[in-house]
């Protein structure tokens, strides 16, 4: 069992940074892919980022290839994304998420174990 929280949403200007935290609890974290999700007011909710158990290997959206780097910690059990030139469609609620499929698997079917999520809204 995992449980995820994330923090570090927030309300910015387009062209500013955020930095996004998820927390894991369970000693298993580090066997688990970390994805982060995005769903925007009446949108599905999509792939982001992903980032293997080993941190060696990551996927990006092409959306946000350039300007957002996900990254993991083992030892703190915790997840990153950090959000770069952010935009208005970047404007929405962002999801942790552990899976135990391949990274680039944007299936939310395949991802196991969510947090509640955290807002972020860039103004134009």
């Known amino acids: 069992q995992v449980q995820l929280v994330e923090s570090g949403g927030g309300l910015v200007q387009a062209g500013g940074s955020l930095r996004l935290s998820c927390a894991a609890s369970g000693r298993t974290f580090s066997s688990y892919t970390m994805g982060w999700f995005r769903q925007a007011p009446g949108k599905e909710r999509d792939l982001v980022a992903a980032i293997s158990w080993s941190g060696v290997t990551a996927y990006y959206a092409d959306s946000v290839k350039g300007r957002f780097t996900i990254s993991r910690d083992n030892d703190r059990n915790t997840v990153y994304l950090q959000m770069n030139s952010l935009k208005p469609e970047d404007t929405g609620v962002y999801y942790c998420?552990?899976?135990?499929?391949?990274?680039?698997?944007?299936?939310?079917?395949?991802?196991?174990?969510w947090g509640q999520g955290t807002q972020v809204t860039v103004s134009s």
């Open positions: 998420a552990a899976g135990v499929g391949r990274v680039g698997v944007r299936q939310v079917s395949e991802y196991n174990y």
